[in-house]
Structures are given as structure tokens and as C-alpha cells.
């Protein structure tokens, strides 16, 4: 019950980006550089202490901290805080578009070090990011 919690968590946020990501928007958030906020280097972190756990075959401790990170940090607090900071802001505004290019940059770079662990739910997200040109490829193959 929990894992199939998780992957409805993983499927609803992304729908939930991808919702709020109109397409008039779609060509400045591929353009847009990512800051480097205090959630952006804390995924980084994230990513580092993941690849150390599959590095040393500790692949319990790997889902566990993808799972927690994912929910707890992405999904409780990230989309939350930033759901109230683009509310009330106009379609194409630049602090709109800023704060979805943050979000969608956190799902992509989650989906990348989720995949080994749950492959067939991120690489549907994935294909939907693709669809949207806002990814390309394959999931499978890109650069963690």
C-alpha cells in the first residue's frame, strides 16, 4: 500500500506541474536558466546522497531517502510554497515563469535519480515531458 501511495504521489505532482504550465510559457521556461536556490542545492545534495547509497549497494537506504526527500521535501513543501508564490501572478509573468522553470527543474532531476527504483511511473512522466518539449529522450539514458 505504501509503494503504490508513493507512485500516486509521483504522478499527482507531476501532474500538477505539468497543469500549471500553460502553453504560451512552454518556449521561456526551456530557455530559462535555473538559480541556484536553497532548493535547487539541497536536491543536489539529495542526488549526491543517493548516488552514494547505490554506490555502496545500500539500496534500502537509496528509496528510503528518494521517498522521503520526494514527498516530504518536493511534494509538502516545495510545490506548496511555491503554488502560493505564482497564484495570483499573470500568465508569462517572469516570476511565474522563473518559479515553474524551478519546479519543473526539481521534478526532472527527481525522476532522474527516481528511476532505477520505480522506471515505469518516471519514464511515463518523462514521455509526458517530452510531448510537451519540455525533455527529450529517453529517461533511461540521461545524466544524472
Known sequence: KGNRNFVNKIWNAS??????????????????????????????????????????????LGAENIREFFWHELCDKWIEE????????????????????????????????????VPFVTEAVWQELVKLGLAEGVLMVEQI
Open 15 to 60: 501532474r500538477f506541474i505539468l497543469m500549471n504550465i500553460e502553453d504560451e510559457e512552454i518556449e521561456k521556461i526551456q530557455g530559462k536558466e535555473i538559480t541556484e536556490t536553497n532548493r535547487v542545492m539541497a536536491t543536489k545534495e539529495h542526488i549526491k546522497k543517493v548516488s552514494l547509497n547505490i554506490d555502496k549497494y545500500q539500496l534500502n
Open 82 to 117: 511555491i503554488k502560493g508564490e505564482i497564484k495570483d501572478q499573470p500568465i508569462d509573468s517572469d516570476l511565474r515563469i522563473e518559479k515553474l522553470s524551478e519546479l519543473l527543474w526539481l521534478l526532472k532531476e527527481n525522476l532522474k535519480i527516481m528511476h532505477p527504483f
